[in-house]
T-cell receptor, first 117, second 110 residues
Framework: GAVVSQHPSWVICKSGTSVKIECRSL??????MFWYRQFPKQSLMLMAT?????????EQGVEKDKFLINHASLTLSTLTVTSAHPEDSSFYIC?????????????FGPGTRLTVL | EDKVVQSPLSLVVHEGDTVTLNCSYE??????LLWYKQEKKAPTFLFML????IEKKSGRLSSILDKKELFSILNITATQTGDSAIYLC??????????FGTGTRLQVFP
């Protein structure tokens, strides 16, 4: 199946700093990528839909200025958590849809665990 | 508001048991229902269901969708310790968005 990678797999940062997470589709082109957040023992919550060459679409309650999304190419989307605080600590997962896939399903990256001290 | 509800939240069984996981939904513009297995990292795809009454099978796992009653079940027969994971149900509604349920945590003991 299609492969989606994320980098870094885990990051620890100080409160107030910014952290950038990369999501790449390795063997297919993705015009749309999705960013999710998962708190411990909870399900995945969609944060935003990242569209190549245009602005991201954010879900209700997600701060656009805090979670900056850039989808500069058909294989790369980045999520920047600006001025991170401890409550931003979470597991961030991206996904991308492979239009050529058998089921046109979303493939998920391995996730990035962010810990803000 | 679109929502997906899974039950039970948690399940503990012994190897060899058969389990049934439930997923009910209320969404507008339903397109498909998907099941994922999540171990320590990101979810891995199991099934996509779009039509009622057609069972999808993969080894010991099977799933079926009832679009009239708005639910799906995931069956796992002859469970193994490697089946221990969180099983997520997600519904694709309208656009490409996936709405996830809370998940069912399955633990299989030898």
């Amino acid at each position: 199946g299609a492969v989606v990678s994320q980098h870094p797999s885990w990051v620890i940062c100080k409160s107030g700093t910014s952290v950038k997470i990369e999501c790449r589709s390795l063997d297919f082109q993705a015009t749309t990528m999705f960013w999710y957040r998962q708190f411990p023992k909870q399900s995945l919550m969609l944060m935003a839909t990242s569209n190549e060459g245009s602005k991201a679409t954010y879900e209700q309650g997600v701060e656009k200025d805090k979670f900056l999304i850039n989808h500069a190419s058909l294989t790369l989307s980045t999520l920047t958590v600006t001025s991170a605080h401890p409550e931003d600590s979470s597991f961030y997962i991206c996904s991308a849809r492979d239009p050529a896939g058998k089921y046109n399903e979303q493939f998920f990256g391995p996730g990035t665990r962010l810990t803000v001290l | 508001e679109d929502k997906v509800v899974q039950s039970p939240l948690s399940l503990v069984v012994h190897e060899g048991d058969t389990v049934t996981l439930n997923c009910s939904y209320e969404v507008t513009n339903f397109r498909s229902l998907l099941w994922y297995k999540q171990e320590k990292k990101a979810p891995t795809f199991l099934f996509m269901l779009t039509s009622s009454g057609i069972e999808k099978k993969s080894g010991r796992l099977s799933s079926i969708l009832d679009k009239k009653e708005l639910f799906s079940i995931l069956n796992i027969t002859a469970t193994q310790t490697g089946d221990s994971a969180i099983y997520l149900c997600a519904v694709e509604a309208g656009t490409d968005k996936l709405i996830f349920g809370t998940g069912t945590r399955l633990q299989v003991f030898p």
